[in-house]
Structures are given as structure tokens and as C-alpha cells.
């Protein structure tokens, strides 16, 4: 008998609004008003979707067409079979016995590479479970068409906007009569302009790299005391004038097992929004803590907030609660897309609590995985 699995809660996620994955609910629904297995397979054995139904003990129960051609099993030759012994793929097991896997979890097909299928493990009625998966195969072929694109376009954009940047510095330099009051104001403002294109051509690289999944990750054990020390330390050069009071608060036994430039710029995007959205001599709290074998790495303000029905789209791209405000404080709308899919690479959940008028917390939550007692530790988590 294997360990229990954990499938999660559905709480509100920002990486999952984009999922179409909504028929786990209504297969979910199926099954409860239906009598008898034989009812629900009759119902659903044609889906195009692949669906699987396991007892507590992960032994199958049941799995329809397209389950039994994509996982390469028989339910009338395999029923009452241990799945975990049946799936030949590595990285499916794990998923199932939840060894720190997002809830929703994409890989390939074990019976068919090229297939790509996006897996959901859910619990079913009478202490079973429901293995759901769907091909997602055109769906990421898509993905690299647009993830290529934005990556060309900004590579190729780099050139002729550094071109411009540079004339425009030049001439914004320039001192005697040779330019006309008028003109010197109109180069003030096309300089502004191409530093604006400039970040944002930076920013849409860094998400077509983060979304790359061969961009490499590599790992290290990052020391959280120091890097939030850093990070506070750009934020009060950031806050300058407006005097925020920036406070750390972090567990020093603990460090963070991440790649070090992503964490960085988690935390300085997340930092920077803090500074932007609180008035003048509000509070930032930037905290990392270990409880329960969970690392939270979470960024609190007291500044404007976020109203509720903004918050399952303040990740998406380009979006921005007020877009005028935004602007003035030279914002693209980019942040938290970075933030997101850092996020995700780090088999993380982001966490969003916010009241109007009164601030916001943005806390980062990572698997017991990428946390490590370190040296200067006395109390070991692990035992
Ligand atoms: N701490 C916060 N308090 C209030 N609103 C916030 C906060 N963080 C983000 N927001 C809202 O979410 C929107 C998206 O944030 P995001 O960081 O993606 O973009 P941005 O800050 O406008 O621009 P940039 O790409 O330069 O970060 C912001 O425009 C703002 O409306
Ligand atoms: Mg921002």
C-alpha cells in the first residue's frame, strides 16, 4: 500500500485561471447523482479526455478509451492492479503520490511521446480517486509559436531601440544653441518614451526565457537573510523621497534551494510593486519564513490594494487594476506575468490578499523540496 496521497484544495491560484481544465467538476458532478460505476463509464467512456478511476489504495477501478490508450493498460485485463506498479512513467507516479507536484502537473504520454497531457488528480466520491487527462498537444504547439514569436520580436527589436536610445541620449546631452527650446522638451519626451520600450522589450525576453522550459534552472542554496537584506536595500533607494519604512523579518536556519537571479527578481518585482502601490511613508514588510516544512517568502504593504474581482487577472500580461496610475509610475503590466512563471519553475503557489485602502500581501509559498536547514541551523526539520 502506498503512502496516501494529497491531492490540494482548489483555492484561488493565479497560475490556474488560464487552465481550461474545468471538467474534473462536472465528471464530479456525473458521478454523484449516477448509481453505479457502470452508469458513470457508460457516460463518460467516449470522452476525449482520458479518465481514470482508482480506489484508496491506488489499485485501478476503471479507465475509459482514451485512458486505457494513452497510460497502455486494460481495465478488463488490469482491474483491482496497483497503478503505481502499471504507469510506465516515472514522473506520473510521483504526481499521484503528490510528492510536491502544482495541482495541475503536464507531461507526456506514456504510450505516445509526442502527445502532450495535462494531468489532474483529484478525489472521487467513496474514497477513490479521479486521474483526469487531457491532450493539450495543440495547445502547446501554439504556446511555442507565440513564445518563439515574443522571443524573435524583442531580440529583434534590441538593436534598432538601442540605436535610438543612444542618439536620443546624445542629443539630450547636447549643450549651446544648436537645439530649439521646443525641440529639447519634444527629446525629453522621446527619451522617456524609448526607456519605457526598452523595459518593456527586457521584460517580454525575460518571460519568453522563463517560459522556455530548456532555459536552464540551476539550483543553489540561497541565503535568505542576505538577500533580503539586498533586496531592502534597493527598496529604500527606491522609495527615496516618499520615506517608506521598509521592515525585514526572516528565519535564519532555513535557506531557499533556488536559482539565484529568479529569486532575485521575484523579489524585487514583488518589491517594487509594494513601493509603487503604497502612498508615502506606508510600511513594507518583507519576510521568509519555515513552518510546517513550507518556505513562505511574502511581501506585505499597507498602500492602495487590489479590489477582489481584480485579482485573477492582475498576472496576466499587460494588465493593470488602473492603467493611468500605471503609467505615471512607468509601469508595463509585466511584474507579476515574471513573478508567475517564477512561481511555477519553483513548483511554487502564489498566495494574494489584499484590501482595498488598507494593502496587500503577496506570499510565495514553496514545497518542503527547495528548503534546506543550513549550517548555521540548530533545529533540523528533517529530523
Ligand atoms: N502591491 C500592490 N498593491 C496594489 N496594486 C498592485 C500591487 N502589485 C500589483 N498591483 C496591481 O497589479 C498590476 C500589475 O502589476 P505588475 O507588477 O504586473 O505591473 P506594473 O507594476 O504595472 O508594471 P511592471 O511591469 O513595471 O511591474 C499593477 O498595475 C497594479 O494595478
Ligand atoms: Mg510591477
Known sequence: MHAKPNPQSSSFEPHQSESPDDLALTTEGTGETADSLEDFSDNVSWLPDAITILDHDLNLIW?????????????????????????????????????????????????????????????????????????????????????????????????????????????????????????????????????????????????????NPDTPNPSEALDMDELIESASNNARALSGKSSHSILTKVNTNYDLLGNRSEIESLVSNLVSNAIHYTPAEGRITIKWDVKSSVGTLSVADTGIGIEKQELPRITERFYRVDSSRSRNTGGTGLGLAIVNHIVNRNNAKLRIKSIPKRGSVFSVIFPRSRIQPNNRSTDLLFG
Not at 108 to 123: C, E, G, H, T, Y
Not at 189 to 199: D, E, F, N, V
Request: charged share 25%; net charge positive.
Open 63 to 211: 479507465g475509459n478509451n482514451m485512458a486505457e490508450t494513452w497510460f497502455g493498460f486494460s481495465t478488463s485485463e488490469h482491474a483491482h492492479s496497483d497503478f503505481i506498479e502499471l504507469i510506465q512513467s516515472n514522473e506520473i507516479k510521483e504526481f499521484i503520490l503528490g510528492k510536491g507536484y502544482p495541482e495541475s502537473f503536464e507531461c507526456a504520454s506514456p504510450k505516445n511521446p509526442d502527445l502532450v497531457l495535462r494531468l489532474r488528480f483529484l478525489p472521487y466520491k467513496n474514497r477513490q480517486y479521479l486521474l483526469q487527462a487531457r491532450d493539450i498537444t495543440q495547445i502547446k504547439a501554439l504556446e511555442n509559436i507565440r513564445r518563439d514569436f515574443i522571443a524573435n520580436a524583442s531580440h529583434e527589436l534590441r538593436t534598432p531601440v538601442s540605436i535610438l536610445y543612444g542618439y536620443l541620449e546624445m542629443m539630450s546631452e547636447k549643450k549651446g544653441s544648436g537645439i530649439s527650446s521646443e525641440w529639447r522638451q519634444a527629446i525629453k519626451h522621446m527619451r522617456k518614451q524609448i526607456i519605457r520600450i526598452k523595459q518593456i522589450i527586457e521584460d517580454m525576453s525575460t518571460l519568453s526565457r522563463l517560459e
